[in-house]
């Protein structure tokens, strides 16, 4: 009876480091896995309440009753000579409509980035390739469009 005990016993106690150390790393796999989706979850909400404070910042033109159409006659074959005219058909015939106080064209909207980057040679510098600045083609009427008040100076003229 005293060695069926013992053997029992020890049987017992084998048995429980074999299921506890098996059951270890799937706990650990299980705490990672937590760990990982409450940070991601954090991240989410951080991100989600950064893009709702974005809505409210000043961008410095009014973005109220404002719309935005782009346009490429290039792809709707106009030679380049007939872009230009084709331009202020488009412009004039969207001005006749009731209701808009203002068209303009631009060749990279505001905000995205972009634009023409050119190299320029700064007088009393060295020249430097590295010496960029972006630039952008816009319309006679484009600052009176987005309703930014001019402080000083004049605006955009055709020329």
């Not at 505001?110 to 009393?124: E, F």
């Amino acid at each position: 009876m005293l060695a069926r005990g013992s053997l029992h016993d020890a049987m017992k106690a084998n048995s429980r480091t074999i299921a506890t150390s098996r059951l270890r790393l799937p706990r650990l796999l299980v705490i990672a896995q937590v760990g990982l989706s409450f940070t991601v979850l954090v991240a989410a909400g951080l991100l989600g309440r950064s893009l709702q404070k974005l809505r409210s910042v000043d961008l410095g033109f009014d973005r109220s009753n404002l719309v935005y159409a782009s346009v490429n006659p290039w792809s709707a074959g106009y030679r380049p000579e007939q872009v230009d005219g084709c331009v202020e058909r488009l412009r004039s015939a969207l001005a006749s409509y009731p209701g808009i106080s203002g068209v303009a064209t631009v060749q990279v909207r505001p905000l995205p980035g972009g634009g023409n980057i050119s190299v320029v040679n700064m007088p009393g510098r060295i020249y430097n390739n590295s010496d960029a600045v972006s630039s952008n083609d816009v319309s006679d009427g484009f600052l009176e469009s987005l309703g930014v008040p001019l402080l000083a100076g004049r605006t955009f003229t055709p020329g």
